[in-house]
């Protein structure tokens, strides 16, 4: 009887210790989730992609511009020319009110993180998080720095005072490019981690400087600071056309069509050289995990690249189209023009090689026509030898357009103008030659050496393209002018190649980064932390070029609104100059 | 008429398209390259480069650009046109209607997808019980210098179970490769095996169509898995085989 009643006690208690423990009242800990709940309508991947590509665009505007800013502001004051500075300072007020829109959207990003990733976001502090302090610190001096380089424009405009003032604007670059530094490593560590993080490594137990400092670190720094400054400088180029549409006196459409001209000059000569970064930092990806360097090149990103190949040919076809256009403002640039037919054709040819798919998309007659995916003819077109010959041959002809631009309205004066012009012709012909032997002899050697390849083409590119604008320097020097350009005399056509180039290239960042972003997979962080979620998916490629579009469209409209702000804040003084040369 | 640039234009693009049609499929076998037509989307892309190349062209130069749109705008504006005009308003309609219906009325033909040829490898799979890490891996018969073994065993293991559908020429043109959609792949050449290191080529050998990712999915491939019927050494022996047989090096691992 006693043994029974103690076995109901046991039984009683027991049964409460189970109720304690299951129940809310016994939870003695809090324990985070590892995912907030799903965001609504888009999906959680959805919203926290968009914001953060939209941020992205945002910093990349607000690092792109000071670039352009300081480049313009150092023409200003060492060619003597006011138009520079005020140029400078019109899109140094503009990033005042761009800041406020970076920081909000960055908020709202980490807003985001925190609650709809909140273990991913942990973890990421957890390794991070002296390098979190820094960066929010930067941002105290970033913003001080840029006020006092607005304000104090017209307070130290000249001698040493404006010299103080430049370097205010380098030392703004200087803050920015270390806010960029420190945010690629944390985003560079989701997709490099050092080999020896695993899943069960505690992240306190992560070496920080290996973590921050990551194979893909310092390639993405690299891409990424240069494609600011041709973000920058199509994003001045576009404001300008539009501008220019706007005119309404021939004084103002001579400005703007100058701007335009400006802008359009960084973002094409810095784009030059963008995909010789964008090739060391596939390389580098490839060298890291194969996996992810097949997903990214030959797998299921393998679409992109023949998107990026098409967006790319139209920037290279819209910025050569502009310069043609242009040289018809320029006295004597006429006896160019029977040039650009050829200059066209090499343009179109390559676009057409570059863009030729290695697999096509074909229906059940047409491959079985082709013996397969690959076409018997044009299959070799689809190899990166033929890509990079292209493309090489694409920035030569760029280039080349660029050279007529300077040229077009100076008579040279010194004695060897014309041994000079013929080296300068020499030296683009040996150059193409060996950019199509490379391309020819890559078929057959082995792949590695063929990829080895690839690098002598841009070193022979770069080179070429540094000895002849050197060249020209000398043979310029103290040029005659065939008169000056007639600035505004541009047909309206013109000013939406401008346009083009923003549109291209804000799609381009925004496709390019799912590719770069997309080739982790299911992985948060790269074979450390897994996706667990309904999203973990790769979206279809179809989806991701809606979901960048839409980021494309919001940026637009925002960078839109700043604009219109910015023009309330101060109407631009306009500076106009009888004899404007392009800059040496 | 000849140098104007409204039939310029005109001529250039007719002759661009003429290539791309005829040019390209026809004119290499000639001289003895193979060739076949230009898939419909490449056409398409083509065609679309070339026009805008075209657009480009007429419109660089304000006095070119002006004589190119004399023509049209003599079609919208004068009297004497007007039967032109009219044509031109039943005719585009009409062909923007014809084309919308061919691509939209039923086909029984299957729909164009597209296709990753060379997916992404795992890291590590499992071979006979064993897990074999692919990154950095070579073949043992290559890095142990028993080329001449591997090639003996690997060409008996091609004729015994590849050969009917990869070619006795390793081109994807075996006995059985037309009963198959897609084909069998040709491994000979610089666009498939020749860019891929041997550990992904034993990857695909062992795990066949069956094995492939998740990732692209769903797949068309008829490879069988051969870890099923062949040994990991017999697998590493047909992949040296591959390779020597078709001419060409295998892709390395890069120096770190």
Known sequence: MRTTRWMWVAGILGGLGLLALFSPLGAQTYSPPTYGEDFPLIGSRAAIWIVAQTHLMFAAFVLGVPMFAVVTEAIGIWGKDERYDRLSKEFTRLLLVAYSATALLGGLFLFLLVTLYPALFSYLSEIFKVSMWIYAALFFFESATLYMYYYGWDRWKTGRAKLGHWGLGILLNVWGTAVLFIANAWLTFMMSPPSDVTPDTAPAMVQFWSAFANATWMPINIHRLIANAVFGGSIVAAYAAYRFLKAKSDEERAHYDWMGYVGNLIAIGVFLVLPFAGYWLGREIYEYNQQMGITMMGGFMSWLWIVQAFLIGVLFLAANYYLWIGLGRIPGGERFSRYTKWMLAVLVIGFIVWATPHSMIADRDELAAMGGTHHPFLGVLGLMSAKNTAVNLMILTTFLSFLMYRRANKIPTVSWAKTGTITQGGLLAVCSAVVLFYGVYGYFVPTITRIGFSVYQVLWVLFTILAVIGLDLFIMRRAESRGPIRWGQMPERSQYALFILVVTFTWLMGLMGFARSGIRQHWHVWEVMRDTTEHAATPALGYAAQVISVCVIVFLLMIAFVFWIGGMIAKPQLVPDPEPVPAD | ?256
């Open chain 2, 1 to 256: 008429m000849r140098d104007h640039p409204f039939w310029q234009a005109i001529l250039v693009f007719i002759a661009a398209w003429i290539l791309v049609r005829w040019g390209i499929p026809y004119v290499p076998p000639l001289v003895g390259i193979s060739s076949a037509p230009v898939p419909t989307s490449v056409e398409l892309q083509y065609m679309l480069t070339v026009l805008v190349g075209i657009l480009i062209w007429v419109s660089d130069n304000e006095v070119r650009w002006k004589r190119f749109k004399e023509p049209i705008r003599n079609v919208m504006v004068q009297p004497e046109r007007k039967w032109m005009r009219v044509a031109f308003l039943v005719a585009i309609p009409l062909l923007v209607a014809f084309v919308t219906y061919d691509t939209v009325r039923p086909k029984v033909t299957a729909p164009v997808g597209l296709r990753s040829v060379h997916p992404a490898n795992p890291t590590s799979i499992t071979v006979d019980g064993e897990s074999i890490i692919l990154e950095g891996l070579e073949n043992p018969f290559r890095a142990e210098g028993r080329g001449d073994e591997a090639y003996a065993l690997g060409l008996d293991i091609y004729y015994q179970n590849c050969m009917a559908c990869h070619g006795d020429y390793l081109d994807g043109q075996g006995h059985y490769a037309h009963g198959y959609n897609p084909l069998p792949l040709p491994l000979r050449g610089g666009g498939t095996i020749a860019q891929l290191t041997e550990s992904y080529v034993f990857w695909r050998i062992a795990k066949g169509g069956a094995g492939l990712p998740r990732e692209g999915q769903p797949w068309n491939s008829a490879m069988p898995a051969w870890e099923d019927f062949l040994t990991v050494e017999e697998m590493w022996a047909v992949t040296y085989f591959l390779y020597e047989q078709a001419g060409i090096s295998p892709r390395t691992w890069e120096e770190h």
